[in-house]
């Protein structure tokens, strides 16, 4: 399994990244590779173009529908619908309630951005992991001011193919039970650490600090930390020793176009 960072500002694009988007990728017997896209936020199709073509995805997993996560799902609906080739084929897009309803509001009423052919979309439900090739996706509720489900990607390690490996994505949460499942055995935690402790301390119950993230990794066993979702205005070194009081494995911040193989 591969984890490719497109995109990993927080809350809007920063001047050197795209907001919230990631690859998961893994290779089946056969020797396919098989294409995740975990969240699409403002900017990240830029960047998902460079990696390759972007209409060659097998699913997109959306975590939750503020704009920083979902935002270029319309213009990835333009690309696919209008490419001198013709229109792809529909690719199935898992989300929380209302993501086909949110894909039509950002999307307005021209026709030309009606992505009614382009995704079929699912709504995610915690009792039922969806199979992508070689790879389990299992949404997580979480706690952020909006529904919202982190998930666990459970596939193959490109290190050792007879072995599973997990990697948990937040998406965006503060603490809770979500948040210690995804960190509990993961070999690879991303988790978002959009607040600081001290400045951020009375609004709760949307994101995290970066000690908070570490806390549950530490409690979880996560065997590495990589910290994500930081707003400009934030310091990143700060996140990092936050996280570092508390957790004593492999730790590091999220940089765009960072892989990372599991």
Same mark, same amino acid.
């Given at each position: ?7 990993? %500002? ?17 290779? &089946? ?13 403002? $900017? ?8 390759? &073509? ?77 199979? *992508? ?19 666990? *990607? ?10 599973? *490996?997990?990697?948990?994505?937040? $998406? ?32 709760? $119950? ?13 409690? $979880? ?21 936050? %996280? ?19």
């Amino acid at each position: 399994m591969r984890l490719t960072v497109l995109g990993c %500002a927080g809350s809007f694009p920063s001047a050197t990244s795209a907001a919230s988007a990631y690859l998961v990728q893994a290779d &089946d017997a056969d020797g396919r590779t098989w294409t995740v896209l975990l969240d699409l936020g403002n $900017g990240a199709l830029g960047p998902l173009q460079r990696l390759g &073509d972007p209409t060659a995805l097998d699913a997109i997993a959306i975590s939750h529908l503020h704009a920083d996560h979902c935002a270029d799902l319309v213009v990835l609906n333009v690309l696919r619908r209008y490419r001198p080739a013709g229109p792809c084929p529909p690719v199935d897009l898992w989300g929380p309630p209302g993501t086909a309803a949110r894909i039509a509001e950002l999307g307005g009423t021209d026709p030309a951005t009606d992505s009614s052919g382009q995704f079929d979309v699912h709504q995610w439900d915690p009792a039922t992991p969806v199979q *992508v090739g070689p790879l389990r996706l299992e949404p997580v509720a979480m706690n952020h001011s909006v529904p919202t489900f982190g998930v666990r *990607v459970v596939g193959p390690s490109d290190r050792d193919p007879g072995r599973t *490996v997990r990697l948990g994505y937040t $998406g965006d949460t503060d603490a809770g039970p979500g948040l210690d499942a995804l960190a509990a055995g993961a070999d690879l935690l991303l988790a978002e650490a959009a607040y600081q402790e001290g400045r951020d301390d009375l609004s709760r $119950g949307v994101h995290l600090t970066g000690r908070r993230a570490g806390a549950a990794a530490s409690r $979880g066993g996560t065997a590495r930390l990589v910290l994500t979702h930081l707003p400009t205005w934030n310091d990143p070194q700060l996140a990092l020793a936050e %996280a570092r009081e508390v957790y004593a494995g492999p730790l590091e911040l999220a940089a765009p176009g960072q892989v990372r193989v599991l």
